[in-house]
């Protein structure tokens, strides 16, 4: 099985923007969108604005080796063919991304243990959603990025509501469609 061929898409660069844009999907009365920089700093002192900042930039998404090595081997390893023991050595620790999605795999063919040795955490540009994996897994890790973010947005939000007089509505219930703000403070590394 050959991997997808690289393709060039242009996202939106600054990191503002990116919230900006997750943050018009979040349906919740309570959530106000970060409106500057500072916001994103004050609760993210390590937090990096983008390159460029404002507008565009072309990001060539590629599928990872061990991705397309396992949907091979998922592939080739069909119940009664041959040992359904997968198998794969990778010098190096998977990124965040492929260590999520690996572990997405291993539930989505239960009878296929895949067992990821160890994630180094970073969260790589240009990381491709197999556009050939199951499709449970594809929807479950849209998901987890999904989540990603909205942590940030909730956090960042949470720590602006800390540093203002003013006392959060918590009484207010939240729509449909909105998450909850998750604990985890600093999950995310921009
Ligand atoms: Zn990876």
């Not at 539930?107 to 895949?114: E, K, R």
């Not at 994996?133 to 960042?156: F, L, Y």
Request: charged letters at 25%; a positive charge.
């Amino acid at each position: 099985m050959l991997p997808p061929a690289a393709a060039g898409v242009e996202v939106s660069s600054g990191s503002l923007e990116v919230l900006s844009l997750r943050c018009s999907k979040i349906v919740s009365d309570d959530l106000k969108e970060p409106e500057n920089w500072d916001l994103v700093k004050k609760a993210y002192k390590d937090a990096r604005p983008g390159d460029p900042v404002v507008g565009k930039k072309t990001i060539t998404f590629t599928q990872h080796c061990e991705i397309t090595l396992a949907l091979d081997m998922l592939e080739r390893t069909r119940p009664g063919l041959t040992n359904t023991k997968i198998e794969i050595g990778v010098s190096k620790a998977c990124c965040e991304w492929c260590c999520q999605y690996l572990n997405l795999l291993a539930s989505a063919y239960p009878q296929h243990p895949i067992l990821v040795r160890a994630s180094h955490g970073k969260q790589r540009d240009g990381w491709m959603i197999p556009p050939s994996g199951p499709m449970s897994a594809t929807q479950q890790m849209i998901r987890v990025i999904e989540d990603k973010v909205d942590n940030v947005i909730w956090t960042i939000d949470r720590n602006r509501r800390s540093h203002s007089n003013k006392l959060p509505s918590f009484q207010k219930k939240v729509k449909v469609g909105a998450r909850a703000p998750a604990m985890e403070q600093h999950m995310v590394d921009f």
